[in-house]
């Protein structure tokens, strides 16, 4: 038994879950107001015999004791288990235990802290950093922010920071592998970083991972210089300041995301400590989800030149496709229910006055700002006007262009007078009939495959055996299975979503995965597939990855792996159809409990006489049922088209 199961194992579910909100027995079940959305009818099951809850209200979600911890108190993996093993009493390795397994990772933060130390000293204690002290000073940053920061200060020297941490014990390939010095053509190395300000990068738990440096010098270029890509840092999962912004997101229930660090510094300096920052001109998901564990309020507050709102539409744009999500039954017109995915975040932006970045409103007009991000509209509005200005709105193919791009976030305005106005906006910015674009906004994302015959309920397709030798896995969870299939295979990862897109089905996500771990793995395989995979990506380097994020994740992925008598040979074609084909048939279970579990409920509330309890269940059974319905044909549909393309080479 592995430490997660252990955990769950010494800790009811029940207990656990009471200690936050109160539970109501109910049957066999426990009842209780959803802690996650705000409702007046409970909502919030909570089922003792699985230890699992699911909320069949507005969230739509579920999960174990770590699902909800993570949700509830804003935590990652690593911070729910430590919580969760301290109380069930299950020793793991001491804080830090994911660096205590990796030596060398330990060893690089160990560099990290003390060069940040150095810097430090330098910028406060010595001559040499005058130079420094008064661009600060320029900048109105206090000594407070300095100390809160860390601020250093590197030497105008080739080698001053490599003679110190070499006098720490500390080799040139330490250095190199950190990224604080450079290597020489010549041999040899260098610092990295020289005559300039640093400032720290620490991630979320307050560790120094690497530096942004910013030239002191005006002929130095560039102006900022950021550690390379290291065994600690990824700039695409990093938010600057997230450490110490936390506790301020979670009560302002708001997060303000800017562009740079002392667009960062300055805000925390005047009292808005709910302000982070990117660690370049795009959002990644990495980064967005680290924040939507703590609010579901988003303000993008960056800079107004036409660079800004480029940036700014493509920040909304990867939002719409990684923030979580709930999916809203809709009755179409011929009285069938689809699930429509609604973004479950409000993002706003905030419309800086021309010519000034947050810092400048920060030191000038420090009472603008709060106005500004209070008073910031909704997403839509800016990206309808800011979307227009890049088509001519004069000709067919650009107000068409237009309708194109905005028209899938308009879908997602779940308050149908909200969308209505927003619709009527676009219908005046292009001249069009209203009702063409109402006739549009109907009409699906993504066109299904024509040819699927209408009529009885199609069986469900069993899943196709495995070929021999194509080194089928036995014994494995579909879910092991399918994340099998994609490290293995992971360029099939956007050919499968691809495909499900033309089938009008919702891309794969972590939505898909039940079990806490491995939907923490497949969230790390995002991550690894952000970074841009190499023609021929090796499993090992997904495996270092996961080493350095949560040792325990590792001991699951190696367990799955040993379960698996050898890799599955696929072409990236049939590595497609593999994923999609187990997707579907992820989310046919999940559908089917879902329904199984509606309709115990729907039988208890009966047995108690509960006819308004007994309705709603009703009608959620029947809109599980419904979807439950459309992965069936939709199954059986791929499952008729395999056999034709398999029997056309007959004829």
């Known amino acids: 038994m592995g430490v997660v199961d252990d955990i769950k194992e010494r800790i009811d579910l029940v207990e656990f879950i009471s200690g936050y909100m109160p539970l109501k027995k109910a049957g066999r079940t426990f009842k209780g107001l959803c802690p996650f959305h705000a409702e007046k009818t409970p909502s919030f099951i909570v089922f003792p015999h699985t230890q699992t809850w ?15 911890l993570m949700r509830r108190e804003g935590l ?57 002290r008064a661009y600060l000073e320029r900048r109105a940053v206090d000594a407070a922010s300095v100390q809160r920061f860390q601020l250093g200060y590197a030497p105008d020297s080739w080698e001053s920071l490599k ?46 991972v690497g530096f942004g440096a910013r030239a002191l010098d005006p002929a130095d270029n560039p102006k900022y210089l950021n550690s390379p890509q290291t065994p600690l840092f990824d700039k695409s999962s990093i938010l600057f300041g997230l450490d110490l912004a936390k506790p301020a997101i979670r009560e302002a229930d708001r997060v303000v995301i800017v562009e740079g660090y002392l667009d960062v510094i300055s805000a925390h300096q005047r009292g808005f400590a709910n302000v982070v920052a990117g660690m370049g001109t795009s959002l990644t998901e990495a980064q967005l989800r680290q924040v939507q564990r703590l609010t579901k309020h988003f303000v993008l507050a960056l800079d107004s030149d036409t660079a ?16 979580e999500r709930t999916s809203d039954p809709v009755l179409t017109s011929q009285g069938l229910v689809r699930f429509e995915g609604r973004l479950d975040v409000d993002i706003r932006i905030a419309s800086l006055p021309a010519g000034q970045d947050p810092d400048d409103i920060l030191r000038e007009s420090p009472g603008l700002w709060p106005q500004l991000i209070d008073g910031a509209p ?5 990206y309808l006007q800011t979307a227009a200005a890049s088509h001519d709105l004069n000709t067919a193919k650009g107000k068409s262009g237009l309708v194109r791009q905005v028209m899938p976030l308009l879908r997602e305005v779940a308050d149908p007078m909200e969308q209505a106005a927003y619709l009527n906006q676009l219908a005046q910015l292009v001249r069009i009939d209203l009702r063409d674009l109402q006739k549009e906004l109907q009409a699906p994302e993504a066109v299904r495959p024509a040819g699927k ?97 949560q040792p325990v994740l590792h001991e699951q992925l190696l367990r799955l792996r040993q379960r698996a008598e050898r890799p599955p040979f696929l072409s990236p074609g049939q590595a497609a159809a593999e994923v999609v084909n187990r997707v579907l048939h992820l989310r046919h279970r999940q559908w089917k409990i879902e329904s199984d579990r509606l309709h115990f409920l729907q039988q ?4 108690m006489g509960d006819r308004e309890e007994r309705n709603r269940y009703v009608t959620l059974a029947t809109a599980a049922t419904e979807r439950l319905q459309l992965v069936e044909r939709t199954l059986d549909s791929r499952a008729i088209m395999s056999r034709r393309r398999h029997a056309m080479p007959r004829y």
């Open 453 to 549: 015959a209408a009529g009885a309920r199609p069986r469900l397709a069993d899943p196709p055996p495995a070929a021999p030798g194509r080194g089928a896995i036995r014994a494995v969870d579909p879910e092991e299975y399918l994340l099998v299939t994609l490290l293995n295979h992971p360029h099939a990862f956007t050919a499968a979503n691809a495909e499900l897109r033309g089938l009008s089905c919702d891309t794969i996500s972590a939505a898909d995965f039940v079990d806490t771990q491995n939907r923490q793995l497949f969230q790390l395989f995002i991550g690894w597939v952000e970074t841009g995979l190499p023609a021929d990506p090796e499993p090992a380097w997904f495996d270092q990855r996961v080493v350095q994020a």
């Open 76 to 132: 990652d993996f690593s911070e729910a288990l430590r919580q969760l093993a301290q109380r069930a009493g299950v020793a793991l390795a001491p804080a830090g235990a994911p660096d205590s397994a990796d030596p060398v990772r330990a060893r690089l933060l160990e560099m990290h802290a003390l060069a940040a130390e150095y810097f430090h000293r330098q910028l406060t204690q010595s001559a040499s950093g005058g130079g420094a």
């Open 163 to 208: 003679r110190h941490l070499s006098e720490h014990g500390y080799s040139e390939e330490n250095m190199l592998t950190g990224g604080l010095v450079a290597a020489r053509d010549g041999g040899g190395s260098y610092d990295r970083f020289r005559n300039r300000l640093m400032i720290p990068i620490r991630d979320r738990q307050g560790r120094v």
């Open 604 to 607: 208890e509330a009966e047995q």
């Open 54 to 68: 699911h909320c069949f209200g507005a969230c739509g979600t579920g999960g174990d004791i770590f699902s909800f």
């Open 378 to 382: 909704p997403v839509v509005s800016f």
């Open 308 to 323: 800004g709102n480029a940036a700014t539409l493509r920040g909304i744009s990867l939002a719409r496709q990684s923030l």
